[in-house]
């Protein structure tokens, strides 16, 4: 039996540039806040290895959290005034709004690449298992943290608080579009989320919006394609995430061929056995990572050091696009690398970014993404891009770019006269 | 003999949020950016552990110093255009203004108060020494790599270049503060930069202000002012800080008893020892620091595990004034912390932050520091205080903030009757 | 009897590019906006002459009005969170805030100087008099609109209703300090209104601040303080002012003297007569001003005609400090402006601002005006000044800036050789 | 022969909220800004009646004149510092940008369609006729003037110039972009003007995009988008111009026909006679319009005076979409309209908003516009909607938005019973 939220005696706040304020009104939320769990998203940065390209994107996930948070609460203060809310069901709302990260790990893209964890299984499980947030969604409510992991892994009966936390336009995406705009510095990343707010309306347990609106539901999804292409795939972002990839690859080969580390990463030793536990798991964040990543710059192997001294003083890779001739001579180019004493399987990388973000808008096509749809004056419901131009010109577009990266420094130091020098550069058009 | 300083082809930028734009068009900035030792400044905090308090305040000395050259270099713009500048100074300027914070340690308040360094002389030694940074520098010209450092140093001879980099209205004080100001999200901390620029002369190799700008240099003293108590001095930033010293000197103590750490600190064993070199120091970073926080909240001894585990999860020590009745009473109170079990040497702590900003405008007090000095229309040099009624009311002013730190869930969690458990309440009267 | 207030189906919304959103949920504040005396305000500038300065500050009281209205709307929200707020009243407070300043009228200060009006007495009359504002509050409930107007003139017996609209820290200057700081585009009359508001108490029925919310209020102060040094009273609108107030001057002695106007101000004349009506008076807008002043450039009156010339066009009057040696010389500059034709009645004018701001801050000085009281951890109540340094510092000043005005172009005019020339410049010491 | 340009001996600057400072270094351009006939555009608004619908939008064209001067002063020097520029046009292109927009008269959109006049003819007036513009300009050298205005008229041989002050991307639409977003309020209208700055590159005499920035260009594309039917064409807008078009017919036609108007509108004569002069075209701003809208509402017309009441206190017109089944049936509604004693010729009309910006990137349509074409790595250009998907998307579309205007209120004053009363209800839709 869920218990009625014990409030705060004096309203909690945290300063955010974003959202001025975030307001904190419930014990619950404040204590889950003070979790080490919780704090441990200090020391995750947001946008991963974004930092090396946009030099102000050095957030952390746990002032996203907050912000995620602070969005749900302000929505369903709305939803409340027009009796569009379930009150019921507000402390869910916003403890999965506030822990719908928990379980990111340090370089979470690249992490989850080498080692096949999952971030999303890992929220479920802080939720679930035996962590201090779990002790605090339990003591309100016997099954409340059942409840809350069901609304992260979208399995939650009312949609309604699924899609405020996961859908088209959801408070976890308004946040991270203001936000990463905002400590990037770009110009990208705007739109006029308090009204797209107020044009927000609920049909049969779904989000709408009223088709007045549409052209802040279009400046944001323009936003946000501006965003993925200006930021979030930026190919230097990119370079630096191949070589994370990379390092931790190597370190895991190694360690499993029984190399002898100088500095033995013994936080990462269970991850490398497949036997890592949640305990282990939250013990991880990005100075560990980076710990090691700088002390192994003293290995003896040298891809591992190589490729840690790349990484921690931004000797990135270089790259071309991954064009068809390219894909052609491919295994041509993998030849000349290895002779010429590059070890293509660590210095010769393709990065492809075309989980592109016009897909998100085609209705239908994974599982359980909903279209937009505007509630027409009618009272009918539309599809955005049979309404908005811009955006229909955008659907259904799949954009993919894909770049073949590798460490040009290596290869202008080859001899001049080298066969292989020759060659690469021949097939790279460098 | 100094080179012309070599142009870059196409000029680079930065995405800067607080600059928009850093602009880079010389080759040799452009590749000091790119040395291991400036690359460090982006694994350490601009403001240290004020993230704890600010959330948004996890921005680096990296973003910091190159806002300080951009400064630099748009000011020295304004001074050439108007005839006032000294073009075979604008190198030596613009690495001194890039380069100034480089000797930066990872949290250097703490860190220089346990161990005794001092990030000055830090940045003139890898200026100085064996580093890219200096070879890169000394291909600029022989001798180059010393004058920038006698300007980091201030003992170059032309005052003007020094004033440029330390003076009250330098272009490192106006990055931070508005950078900070931007990260943190508070109100305070703006004021007119570009008009300042605007009204700033030069007078006998000095930095002067017109007396029409006279609002504008007022406007950013008492931002600075405000950011001091508002941000730089927040006590709850503080406690972190206490906590932070605190675990230095334990781990310190603990080795030099012979203590058997189960994860040995070898990036500190030198500094422990007393014998670093300028190649150890490079390599200390946040990251550093962090990873054995984490990992010693499994060491045995207990004071360093639960300092490092309230560090890491943000348990922090509360604090009261500390009144001069309390001071009076301070041995009685630490005994009473001793009788309870509670270690006063790491668990009871004065933080006084006395160096406050009013000082810092009291002519003449502290050696090279200088007026602020306004030129009025007659063209006469007044004193800031003299004209300013705002400033003159708080020069001269000394505002201490003392604060008794201690951790009052151990005290509460003392059993009801414990008398010590009254004694330390009563005087502390919490 | 008051009855509830009518909602509307849909919130209406303003876009305001200082509080983002004006939100509109009662009918009756959505008619009140519709009236044509509230739709006057959009032809009234809110800084009368300061355009001339700052040319952003183009903007009208209309939307400072619906600022002023949506701040109350939410520091009433903030009270009623918190069980501070008797809601019967909510109604009168709001139209009070929006309905504050309806009574201005054109340039109202120099009109108020020359025709002996009053704003605020004009507000009353339009809420009370035969208007179309009076019609709808009425219907709200009988004497309705007597109340309103008793908080205008605050005597109003729920003085929190009247502190809200008129005191230290009303919602009327938080607005128009952001407002005119974001027109004028000056970095000043920023401050963290938001923080305000959460420690805003109320105590007796009167707002005080808790002390933790000190600097903010600082802050606020500081930025007035620096508003209206920079900004109100900006030397050369006062300049713009004084030859507004002497068009109206010279318009209303020639009218009284029998002149023949070419073109007749027929607006105008009621108030030249002495008996101007409230229909009169609503009907006057700065469209109308400153029609006359366009085609009064035609007019046979050369003083008339160069005086509207002159604002027209911009063509200020220059100005030096009223210094002693200057009040003592008066007579004499008067003599010798009249000797070489320029009559010193129009051409002569001294301009002081010595209302100024810190006095706001001398408690008990002004009859009703209360000072800044902070509510103390231990319950009791401190004067602002006797907490801060700052404010201490500014407050008990009075700053006087007095300045002496003239046509300095009409001086250069005059022959090289001229007695009263040299005789002019000398003692003007230009 | 053209004279070096005078600098100032101090440079000169205005606040500005939307390029922080414009600054003035050059005599000729501070004295250009001192005429009579530049200082009018303080009161001819940007937005003509925007501000209608968005209250901060009172914003002159005073403002966003110094705006594009200032845009092209840092594009020049932009252009200089890359060698680019030919610094004899710097004058030129300076004076053509402050002078762009001289010619507009009051609601230009609505006068120009009532009287057949049109602002850029009267810009070349102004630069070349009897003005102290002229004379200024003349003085700079013999031709001068002339100059500057084929830089207007897009005659001036150096293409570059008359790119900088219209093209697709310049100067003009740059500042208006980002001002009308500043005073609106809205999120839209934002873009990165220093990248789209720092992409720019001349290619014979044409202004092209370097290929990496092309995204920029499309953002300012969207935001262009995005500003036209957010802000531009936003139907309120149109309503009320839809009014003022009707007062102006409605009094020109009164006029024609020998009506004794109570107050005649004398600076309007001229034109209703169709033979105004340059000078009495410069007497006319909005104050003069405003002043009569204001005393026609006592005019013993009653179309005219209730078309005035609407304009000044806002009644607006309400609007339905104008359908082509309402287009069949047209003449029904005006005919139903006169039976109800509506004249259909001032309360019945249609607004269409088809010149719709995508269209304004179809290349080679209209005469001398020209596309906007990308610099690409190989060195050729490529026209953007060739290369940009979002572009490519909305080039050639065209979106018309046609609307039909009328007097709601009248209609539903109508008695219940009246058969046009429920026909016209019909035929509308309402």
Redesign the interface.
């Known amino acids: 039996m869920t218990q009625a939220a014990q409030k705060l005696n004096e309203?909690k706040?945290?300063?955010?540039?974003?959202h001025?304020?975030i307001h904190v009104r419930h014990r619950l939320i404040w204590d889950l806040i003070?979790?080490?769990e919780f704090?441990r998203l200090?020391?995750i940065r947001q946008l991963g290895t974004t930092?090396?390209t946009?030099?102000?994107a050095?957030?952390?996930r746990?002032?996203h959290s907050?912000g995620v948070y602070e969005i749900a609460r302000r929505v369903i203060d709305i939803f409340k005034y027009r009796n569009n809310w379930d009150d019921s069901e507000t402390m869910i709302a916003l403890c999965a709004a506030l822990l719908h990260d928990v379980g990111h790990g340090p370089f979470s893209h690249s992490f989850e690449k080498v080692f096949g964890t999952n971030h999303e299984e890992y929220t479920q499980k802080i939720i679930l298992g035996d962590t201090e947030i779990h002790r605090l969604l339990e003591r309100q409510g016997e099954g409340f943290a059942e409840k809350v992991a069901e609304v992260i892994g979208k399995t939650y009966p009312n949609r309604l608080v699924v899609s405020l936390i996961s859908s088209q336009i959801d408070c976890d995406r308004m946040d991270y579009l203001l936000r990463d705009a905002?400590?990037?510095?770009?110009?990208?990343g705007?739109?006029?989320m308090?009204?797209i707010w107020?044009v927000m309306r609920t049909v049969d347990d779904q989000i709408v919006f009223k088709f007045s609106g549409m052209?802040a539901v279009?400046?944001y999804i323009?936003s946000r394609?501006?965003m993925y292409?200006?930021v979030y795939f930026h190919p230097v972002t990119r370079s630096a995430e191949v070589i994370l990839t990379q390092i931790l690859h190597r370190a895991k080969t190694l360690y499993q061929e029984g190399f002898q580390f100088k500095?033995t990463p013994?936080?990462l030793i269970q991850i490398f056995d497949g036997n890592m536990t949640l305990h282990d798991y939250l013990?991880l964040?990005?100075?560990?990572i980076?710990?090691f990543f700088?002390?192994w710059q003293e290995e003896k192997d040298e891809i591992l050091s190589d490729l840690c001294y790349r990484f921690?003083?931004?000797r990135l890779f270089k790259y071309v696009e991954f064009s068809p001739s390219l894909i052609h001579s491919k295994d041509q180019l993998a030849l000349a690398f290895k002779q010429a004493g590059i070890d293509p399987r660590y210095y010769l990388e393709i990065d492809s970014s075309s989980n592109s973000p016009y897909d998100l808008y085609r209705p239908g096509e994974e599982g359980e993404r909903q279209p937009i749809e505007l509630l027409m004056p009618d009272g009918t419901l539309h599809e955005l891009s049979q309404e908005s131009?811009?955006v229909?010109?955008?659907t259904g577009?799949r954009?993919t770019d894909c770049k073949l990266y590798f460490p040009k420094d290596r290869i202008d130091e080859l001899p001049k006269h080298d066969v292989n020098r020759k060659k690469i550069k021949n097939l790279l058009g460098i």
Chains 1, 2, 3, 4 share one sequence.
Not at 13 to 18: L, Q
Not at 182 to 188: E, H, L, P
Not at 285 to 288: G, H, I, L, Q, T
């Open positions: 309203e706040v945290f300063k955010d540039p974003v001025r304020y003070g979790t080490p704090q200090r020391r930092f090396l946009f030099h102000g050095e957030h952390s746990f002032g907050l905002y400590f990037t510095g770009v110009s990208y705007h739109f006029d308090e009204r107020r052209h279009e400046d323009m394609y501006q292409w200006q500095y013994h936080p013990k964040d990005e100075s560990v980076l710990y700088q002390v921690m003083n931004r131009d811009v229909g010109s955008i577009m954009r």
